[in-house]
């Protein structure tokens, strides 16, 4: 079983539109959570970090459910700049700090 | 700004060639990372290290190797190159561990080395 898992989409939405992405993650110690945007052919750029009573910066919104162990990802009033991949990324620091990548989620916003 | 460096944007080599590739952080973060990203794989963990001279492998260490000589610097080397390591790989730097949400161990990635192997 994957660590993290996310579904790969594509979303393909329209301008203005709410959108969400979740995901799970399989070890119930993990301890850091974080949403982090992908650019075509670009590297990943941390979006935000996600925090347990849940955060929000402008249009996006992350939460996080421990008990059943999935993060989720809301953009409310979808641009096109939007467009891009999400990956999901777990930190587990008892097996040493390491990060856990889903898969991304392809998001296309369309005019 | 702060940055994590890749040395080389794009490279082509021939199977068999030896590959160096440079990483350098300027944040003073403990940890470094190599990874490599294929399409529908996502990312995949190389090496990574804690420390200067320490390194771990990650899940796919077959035909690489790591150096860190010196904090800043975390080299991957594919000792003879095969068409299966064209790939993007990507480096990327973190503090050490603060805490729990504390937020402040996020990753960040140099821009990455797109290596093709003929």
């Known amino acids: 079983r994957k660590e993290v898992e996310q579904d790969p989409g594509p979303f393909n939405v329209p301008e203005g539109a709410t959108v969400a992405f979740n995901c799970t993650y399989s070890?119930?110690?993990?301890?850091?959570f974080f949403w982090y945007r992908q650019d075509c052919r670009k590297e990943p750029k941390l979006l935000m970090s996600?925090?347990?009573s849940g955060n929000e910066d402008g249009r996006f919104t992350a939460q996080l459910n421990r008990a059943s162990q999935y993060i989720s990802l809301l953009i409310r009033d979808s641009k096109l700049s939007d467009s891009a991949t999400y990956l999901c990324v777990v930190n587990d620091t008892n097996t040493g700090n390491q990060f856990y990548f889903g898969t991304g989620t392809s998001l296309t916003v369309i005019p | 700004d702060v940055k994590v460096t890749q040395s080389s944007r794009y490279l082509v080599k021939r199977t068999g060639e030896k590959v160096f590739l440079e990483c350098v952080q300027d944040?003073?973060?403990?940890?470094m990372f190599w990874y490599r990203q294929d399409p529908g794989l996502g990312l995949r963990l190389i090496y990574f290290s804690y420390d200067v001279k320490m390194k771990e492998k990650g899940d796919i260490p077959e035909g690489y190797s790591v150096s860190r000589e010196k904090k800043e610097r975390f080299s991957l080397i594919l000792e003879s190159a095969s068409t299966n390591q064209t790939s993007m790989y990507l480096c990327a730097s973190s503090p050490a561990f603060e805490g729990v949400y504390s937020g402040a161990n996020v990753l960040t990635f140099g821009a990455g080395s797109r290596l093709t192997v003929l």
């Open positions: 944040m003073d973060h403990e940890n």
């Open positions: 070890n119930s110690a993990s301890q850091s």
């Open positions: 996600v925090y347990s």
